[in-house]
C-alpha cells in the first residue's frame, strides 16, 4: 500500500474534544440559527467551490494518481453545488413547523412538530469521493442548523488537506472543522459524544464505528456498501444494457459504492453480452495507461486486493476477459483495466465480497423468478438496478427485492438526484440524507402540544368518575362503537 504523506502536524492527535466543546458552546449560544444564517453558510460553500473548482480537480487528480477530470466535476462538484440550491430553495418549508391532529383528549390545543437542529454531526469520509462524500452530508447538516465536525480520509490526503483549508477559510472553527489522520483519529472522532454521526465507508468499519457510537448514544447514518446487482430482462437489448452498466463500472473505475457489482443475464446471451460490454468500454476508454479520462486506483494495497480477486477466480475456474484495447501494460502505475469474469461461483472471493473496482462478474440465470430469488438470498445491496422497457415487470422487480435505492434502466445516477432520499438498508446502511430525508435526519422533530388559556385538562383531572371524565368515556364509547375492527 502506499502510505499517505502524513506531515507532522497530521500525526498529532488533534484535540477532537475541545473542537466539540467549543462547537457544542456555540451551538447553546444559538441553537436555532435563523434562515438567513443557515443560506449563508451554505452560500460560503458555494463560493468556495466555485474559487476551488481546478484545485478540488487537482486533489482528487493526485490521490488516485489519475482521476478524469470530468468525473470530480460531475461526482464531487455538481452535486454538492446542486445540493446547496435545492435546499436554499426550500429551507423555510423545510424549517416550517409542521400542523399536526388534536386527538379528543388533547383538544382544545395546537400541536405541530418543529424541526429543531440536533447540535454537533459528525462526519467521516471514504477516500472513494472524498469532497462529496463529505460535503453533501454537511449541506443538509448546515440546512437543518447543525455546526459539523469532519473526519477525512487518511487514503485522500491531498484532498483531506484541501477541504481543511477551504472550510477553515470560509467557517470559524466552531461552525465548522475538518481534521484528517489515520484510524487512530478516525477511533477516537467516533468516540465522541456526538449529537449525529454520519459514516460512509465499509460495512466492515460501519460495525465498529456503531459500537463506539452506542456507548453515547449517539445516532448514526451509516452509508456502507455491499454487492449491487444489475439483472438484465431477456428482452432488453444487450448494446444499450452493456453501455448502461458500463458507464456505472467504468465511473472512478468501478470504485463507486453503488457501482453495478455483478450482472444476473439470462443463460443464453452471457456471452453476446461480454462482447457488447467489451464493445462499449473500448469505446469509451479507447486506451488506458496514458488516458486521463480512466481513473486510477486509489492505492497499491486496493489494486493487488483487486488483483487477488482475479487470480482466485482463474485458479477457481472463471474465464477472466480483460479489456484492454491497446494491449498495454500497467506496471509501475496504479491502473488496472476493466475485465469481465463469466463462470462465477460463490466459492470466488470476487462473489463474496464488494468488489469495488473495475470488474464485472456475469452471472447466467434461467428465469426472472431464479434472478430475484438470487438477489433476496443475498445481503440486501445499496443499489439494484433492473433493465426492461416493461414498466409492470420493473415495478414487480422492485416491490420483490430490497435495496437501498434503484435505477430502472439506468446505473448510479439517482445518488446525484437532490430530492430522493440516499441511504442503504440491512448490510448496506442505514439512514438517508439528501433532500427532505437529510434534513430530517439533521434536525430533531419535536412533538409541541400548545394550549391556551381555556384548560379542558382540568375538567377530567381526579378525583376520577367526576362529571366530564364520564361524559368523555361516554363519548368515546360512541365514536369507537362501530369501529370494532374485524
Ligand atoms: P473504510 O471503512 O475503510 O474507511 C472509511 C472511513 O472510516 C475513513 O475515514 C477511515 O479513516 C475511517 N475508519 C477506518 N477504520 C476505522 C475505525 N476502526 N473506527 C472508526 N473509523 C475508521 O472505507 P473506505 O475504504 O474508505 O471506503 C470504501 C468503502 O466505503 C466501500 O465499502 C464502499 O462501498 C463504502 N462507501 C459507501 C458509500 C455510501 O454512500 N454508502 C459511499 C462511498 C463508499
Redesign the pocket.
Known sequence: MSAPHLTPVETQMPDLEGLLMAQKKACAADPMPDRATRIRRLDKLHNAILDNRARIVAACNKDFSNRAGAETELAEIMPVLDGIAYYRKRLRKLMKPQRRHAPLTVMPARVEVRYQPVGVVGI??????PFF?GLSPLVGALAAGNRVMI?T???APASGALMKEIMAGIYAENEVTVVTG??EV??EF?KLPFDHLVF????Q?GK??MKAASDNLTPVTL???GKSPAIIHDNFPLDEAASRIGFGKGFNAGQI?VSPDYVLCPRDKVNAFATEFSDAMKKAYPSLRENPDYTAIITERQKTRLEGYLEDAAEKGAEIITINPKGESFDGTRKMPLTVVLGADDSMLLMQE?I?GPILPVVPYDTMEDAIAYVNERPRP?ALYYFDWDKGRADDVLARTHSGGACVNDTVTHVGVDDIPFG?IGPS?MGHYHGEEGFRTFSKAKGVVRKGKFNATALVAPPWGNFMYKQLMMLQKFRFRRRKIK
Open positions: 467521516v469520509v471514504p477516500w472513494n469521493f462524500l473526519k480520509s487518511e487514503f489515520g484510524v478516525a477511533t467516533t460512509t465507508g465499509s460495512t468499519v465498529i464505528v452509508e456502507l456498501g459504492c464488494e469495488f445499496l442503504g446502511g
